[in-house]
């Protein structure tokens, strides 16, 4: 996303008139949620200026700053104690969705369970199988993680503090038949480039889309 995330973080990038996380934010609100924990790394002060206590989204917010770069993995790690003992939901900054997040379930018996999407042009061999609700690594029509998830603290019961990816954790989990999941057929992109950022901006003001209405 350089040169637009030199001077500003991916979750503040502007589209449709307000910065990409708010729409998180806003419709973890409207999903009932009300204690959201942020993890950032990259120019995070700001985010931490721009949204403040979430007061003005009805939630409350805790931050928890990495002093360096540690991997999807090592930030959910280092923000367990702020999460609690049971399920939570985890979503990437750099996406944007009209998923329900009130929909995401953790299936009984089970450590995650993952939102999957078809697979966009610049990621067309998707990452895992769906097989009922059960996720799978091979077979056929592979879908894409969408970076929404719902994971237990069991699923880093093997992690220790530092920089890991989350992907090995969940392929693990996948391996012992601990992953459920579903698969989403809504609106979806993965905002990983200024031409995807400005895609979404163009739904945005079509304004066409569910998700957008009333916000």
Not at 74 to 82: D, H, Q, V
Not at 88 to 99: A, H, K, Q, R, S
Not at 179 to 184: A, I, M, N, P
Request: proline residues 8%.
């Amino acid at each position: 996303m350089r040169p637009l995330t030199d001077r500003l973080p991916k979750p503040l990038l502007p589209v449709g008139g307000k910065p990409l996380i708010e729409y998180h934010l806003e419709a973890l609100a409207r999903a009932g949620f009300r204690r959201v924990v942020i993890n950032h790394a990259h120019l995070g002060s700001q985010i931490e200026r721009a949204l403040g206590s979430g007061a003005r989204f009805a939630l409350q917010i805790c931050y928890s700053p990495e002093e360096r770069a540690l991997e999807t993995g090592g930030g959910i790690y280092r923000a367990l104690p702020l999460l609690g003992e049971g399920p939570f939901l985890v979503i990437n900054g750099d996406i944007w969705t009209d998923y329900d997040f009130a929909a995401a379930r953790l299936e009984p018996g089970r450590s995650a369970h993952l939102i999957l999407v078809d697979n966009p042009e610049h990621h067309p061999g998707g990452d895992f199988v769906l097989r009922g609700v059960s996720v799978c690594s091979v077979g056929h029509d592979p879908l894409t993680f969408s970076g929404i998830g719902v994971y237990t603290r069991q699923l880093f019961a093997q992690s220790q503090p530092g920089a890991f990816p989350l992907a090995p954790l969940l392929r693990a989990a996948v391996a012992c038949g601990q992953v459920s999941g579903e698969h989403y057929h809504g609106c979806w992109t993965d905002v990983g480039t200024p031409q995807r950022l400005a895609q979404v901006e163009q739904l945005l003001r079509s304004g066409n889309l569910p998700a957008t209405r009333g916000v």
